[in-house]
């Protein structure tokens, strides 16, 4: 990481996204929701973790509302970057001086007060990222119920940062969880495993349980392709064909990490069309479920 220790400066460690969005080439039903992005900066005012992965470029609130103006997007909700720890202060400065419809999902320590969950909820906070692949983390079982009793009041879920194969032995814990459970990215399923895999049935069974909602974002960080992913289309389609209303759609902007080429969220919105060809399935997964999962 380069350091600029005069002016406390960390310079990025990895590219912003593409700047130039393209239109899509069908219109998103008014209503639709983002459900999944970060945004980052500036420095200065809201400094990163010393122990971070990596170190973004600043990716600000009117950059990714000019985005989404072109994607024809009209609501969004904004997860915690693992970049800021717990410390939730840009998420929920942004959620409260923001006028655009926003939800966020934030990231706390276990011994978080109930008043400042409450001041969270009331800002625009639906719920609570567990990074359970992090370093030293606490095991699910461990963490999770506790967590999830703290939350269930203010009728929010947990979002799992988990890794796709250790879904399998979790199934069984957030089967007992009093609040419902999203994951990110579609699993993270390893495309070799195949649809029919362990882990992917996993994801399925807990879809068609309705205790699990699947965020449909970031198909690049699990295909070995390059766009339009094809090797990622099975999988949406048989959750499509499983359980529509147990689905989310994000774009996972400004796709962080990425070894890949980065992608034009133009491009990331008109796989929508291949994956979810019916208009009423896709309104159901873009406009219905958020609104239901996000309170908007």
């Not at 362990?198 to 070995?224: D, E, H, N, V």
């Not at 389609?237 to 994000?250: F, N, R």
């Not at 992608?263 to 896709?282: F, S, V, Y």
Request: aromatic share 6%; charged share 20%.
């Amino acid at each position: 990481m380069t350091m600029d220790t005069a002016a406390g400066y960390a310079a990025p460690t990895i590219p912003g996204p593409d700047p130039a969005t393209r239109a899509p080439r069908y219109a998103l039903p008014p209503g639709s929701c983002d459900c999944h992005a970060h945004v980052f900066g500036p420095q200065h005012k809201y400094p990163y973790e010393p122990n971070r992965r990596y170190t973004p470029p600043d990716a600000p609130m009117d950059e990714y509302l000019k985005m989404l103006g072109v994607l024809g997007v009209q609501r969004a909700v904004l997860v915690q970057p693992s970049v800021y720890g717990t410390d939730n202060a840009m998420l929920l400065d942004t959620l409260r001086e923001t006028d655009f419809p926003l939800r966020g999902i934030a990231v706390v320590d276990a011994d978080i007060g109930d008043a400042e969950l409450e001041a969270m909820h009331a800002a625009g906070v639906r719920g609570l990222r567990l990074n359970l692949r992090a370093k030293g983390s606490a095991a699910p079982e461990d963490v999770a119920p506790r967590v999830a009793r703290r939350i269930a009041p203010l009728g929010w879920h947990l979002q799992f940062r988990i890794d796709p194969r250790d879904l399998a032995n979790a199934r069984s814990l957030i089967d007992k969880l009093p609040v419902p459970v999203v994951v990110d990215h579609i699993g993270a399923v390893p495309v070799e495993d195949g649809v029919q895999g362990k882990t992917f049935q996993t994801i399925l069974g807990l879809a068609r349980r309705g205790r699990c909602w699947i965020k449909l974002s970031a198909p690049m960080r699990m295909s070995r392709q390059e766009l339009p992913y094809s090797d990622v289309t099975p999988f949406v389609h048989a959750l499509v064909d499983a359980a529509p209303g147990q689905l989310l759609w994000g774009t996972d902007w400004p796709h962080t990490t990425l070894s890949q080429r980065m992608p034009n969220d133009g491009d990331l919105c008109d796989l929508l069309a291949e994956w979810i060809p019916d208009p009423q399935t896709r309104k159901q997964v873009l406009v219905d479920n958020p609104a239901q999962v996000y309170g908007f």
